[in-house]
């Protein structure tokens, strides 16, 4: 069936680097898109969301690129912080009615 | 603001068990409802979502059911637990005119026995 993956499971980056983090989907009714950050033993949160009429949304350090070509998302996290290792989801809504979310990718800084 | 809480946050349950896990929004109103479930490291499963008091679809079939006796209530029960039934449970909310942006509480870590 149509799902959300993950290209890497586990990144390992130097503090201060930039961190890219990938995301294939195959769903092509999605039209909203979103990243969640979760730290060991909480709940995700919410991080970054774009909507599939644009191709690039920037937030605080993070920003999204969203490729409906090739069916492709990615998180890019600037100066990476020891605060940023994490898991990270992508998530995707292809029928408004709730979202599907991807495996997850460990992002782990090294100080 | 809108704020979201379940609990028990943890919970050690023995097989054939009853359970219950309860989560209450504050802070907005008619909310989308949902319960997720994660194994460990793994990723989030739909479990149930709920559009409405008393209305609620299921994603998987299994012995779980969930429940909506209020606005901004939400119950996961079970009458009698299995072993796989054990992971990490999330309560979260949304509202679809935001573009179904799903809002977490920190999560219920059920463990069978």
């Known amino acids: 069936g149509e799902n959300v993956g993950l290209h890497l499971p586990t990144l390992s980056v130097q503090e201060g680097d930039n961190s890219i983090i990938n995301c294939a989907y195959s769903n092509s009714a999605s039209d909203y898109f979103i990243w969640y950050k979760q730290e060991s033993g909480k709940g995700p949160q919410f991080i970054i969301d774009?909507?599939?009429?644009?191709d690039k949304r920037q937030g605080q350090r993070v920003t999204v690129l969203l490729n409906k070509t090739v069916k492709h998302l990615s998180l890019q996290i600037a100066a990476t912080q020891p605060g940023d290792s994490a898991v990270y989801f992508c998530a995707e809504n292809p029928s408004r009615r709730a979202l599907t979310f991807g495996s997850g990718t460990r992002l782990q800084v090294q100080p | 603001s809108q704020t979201i809480h379940q609990w028990p946050a943890t919970l050690v349950q023995p097989v054939g068990s009853p359970l219950s896990l309860e989560c209450t929004v504050e802070?907005?109103?008619?909310?989308?409802l949902y319960w997720y479930r994660q194994a460990a490291g793994r990723g989030l499963q739909l479990l149930f979502y709920?559009?409405?008091?008393?209305?609620i679809s299921s994603e998987v079939p299994q012995n779980l059911s969930a429940s909506r006796p209020q606005d901004r209530q939400f119950i996961l029960s079970s009458k009698k637990l299995l072993l796989s039934d054990s992971g990490f449970y999330l309560c979260a909310w949304s509202v679809v005119t935001t573009g179904n942006t799903i809002y977490f509480g920190e999560g219920s870590w059920l463990t069978v026995v």
């Open positions: 774009i909507r599939s009429n644009m």
């Open positions: 802070g907005t109103s008619n909310p989308n």
């Open positions: 709920s559009v409405g008091i008393g209305q």
